[in-house]
């Protein structure tokens, strides 16, 4: 395992649950992901099917597209009430009810996270309090009934160690997990419904996007405004975005990076976005608007380590070590005058202060020449910008290749060496157990 250091030196039905959502035979699923599944048995909770055997599918080539998994965990409660104990159950339909809130009104949140197996076996879950936490202020914004972090985490791990034999072997992907919070019980005016269901599934997925990432600056469409719900992962934030996104690959695009009204900068279709311009690395702060990201905030963090984020004390810091080190180049000169000193000590003194003002120039090209900065973005700097990347739990950290604004298209930097990179193989190291966890973000499956 390398260290941080060593690193740059270099997922019965509850009668309760009330009507029917759409569902797929799995081989109907699985064609429709792009792998093949041998095998299927409908399996029964106390199914060998968790003894940590491999699923039987191509890993070489999952997409992203739901192959359905083994069981999937789920929980209810009355409305001012608490979740009860949730129970696993066989993947597979569930009922809702014609009348029910989420069906009518929308009034539904999901989240999404990922399960990592690594080299030597064991299952990482990637900050999955942090999910928990986030459900919870978006139900209170869609005055739902959310899980405790404990109930949430749990379900997560149960559903993960149930299904876990469709954990992709290491390189191959990760295993997707969907919590789903909505309101099932019937509801007719326009009012919160009178019962919840939280339920959790899994898949496995490999690559979000395949190829290169081109966007396109969507000017006509809006992904949130003001005082809505761009800041939660409501179900109602995504629908709409299926008609910019469908044009954007009409013509050739990958996807959307989306403006407010203002035309300054908000976020991808599912992801976040920085820039890379000058000595800045810019993000939109998520003031409303925008989904406050996991992956986001944990690349923001890893700048930390890092060295690429500045406060004042760091610049203080690296006027005391210039001001320190050449005072101790004066003196260390005037002995050496004063003694009249050889050739060869003169060599040394003037091999220790080229070594000393390296040292003093890699300290400062570190700790203040890259400043990370959440603030308002417009649109124009994408010109001004030599790179930009995407992140999400979905994409974790992927580099643009290019954004077209206004027939202009703008090409970024990409692949190695780039700070988007560097993050990149960061973050999925200590996801996948490559690089040690520092920052206790990594949870093991038990």
Not at 129 to 153: D, H, I, L, S
Not at 166 to 186: D, E, F, N, T
Not at 376 to 398: K, S
Not at 410 to 429: D, N, S
């Amino acid at each position: 395992m390398l260290k941080v250091s060593d690193y740059f030196r270099k997922w019965s039905i509850p009668s309760r649950i009330a009507g029917s959502i759409l569902y797929k035979t799995r081989d109907q699923y699985c064609r429709t992901a792009g792998a093949e599944v041998e095998g299927y048995n409908e399996p029964s909770v106390n199914s060998s099917h968790v003894n940590g055997e491999y699923a039987k599918i191509n890993w070489d080539v999952l997409g992203f597209g739901l192959i359905p998994t083994d069981y999937m965990y789920i929980m209810n409660c009355s409305k001012d009430q608490h979740f009860s104990q949730g129970t696993l159950t066989p993947f597979g339909k569930i009922e809702v009810n014609p009348s029910s809130g989420i069906l009518n009104y929308g009034q539904g949140l999901f989240e999404g996270l990922k399960a990592h197996r690594t080299a030597n076996g064991r299952i990482l879950l990637f900050r999955p309090e942090e999910n928990a936490m986030r459900m919870k202020v978006g139900a209170k914004r869609m005055c739902m009934q959310a899980p405790t972090v404990e109930q949430f985490v749990n379900a997560v791990k149960q559903t993960v160690h149930s299904n876990k034999r469709w954990v992709p072997p290491p390189g191959k992907g990760a295993m997707y997990i969907r919590p789903l919070l909505m309101g099932s019980g019937p509801v007719l005016g326009v009012a919160p419904a009178s019962e919840y269901t939280f339920i959790t599934y899994a898949s496995p997925v490999g690559n979000y996007h395949k190829g290169v990432l081109n966007l396109i600056v969507e000017e006509k469409f809006r992904r949130a405004i003001p005082g809505g719900t761009g800041g939660v992962k409501a179900v109602t934030n995504y629908a709409i975005i299926y008609k910019p996104i469908a044009e954007a690959k009409a013509k050739g695009f990958t996807d959307v990076l989306f403006l407010n009204a203002e035309k300054y900068i908000e976020e991808v279709s599912t992801t976040n976005i920085f820039l890379v311009k000058g000595n800045e690395i810019l993000t939109p702060p998520t003031s409303g608007t925008i989904l406050p990201g996991i992956t986001r905030k944990s690349i923001i963090e890893i700048t930390h380590v890092l060295g690429y984020q500045t406060t004042s004390a760091r610049y203080y810091e690296v006027e005391q070590i210039t001001l320190t080190r050449w005072y101790e180049l004066e003196l260390m000169t005037m002995w050496y005058e004063l003694e009249q000193i050889t050739s060869t000590r003169w060599y040394e003194l003037e091999q220790t202060t080229s070594t000393r003002c390296y040292e003093l120039e890699e300290i400062t090209s570190t700790r203040y020449l890259l400043i990370v900065k959440e603030r308002a973005i417009p649109v124009g700097e994408l010109f001004d910008a030599e790179e930009v990347f995407c992140t999400g739990t979905a994409v974790g950290v992927n580099s643009v290749n290019s954004i077209t604004y206004q027939d202009t298209r703008i090409a970024y930097k990409r692949g190695a060496g780039t700070v988007g990179q560097k993050l990149y193989e960061m973050l999925t190291g200590i996801q996948t157990g490559r690089i040690e966890d520092k920052m206790g973000w990594t949870v093991e499956l038990d």
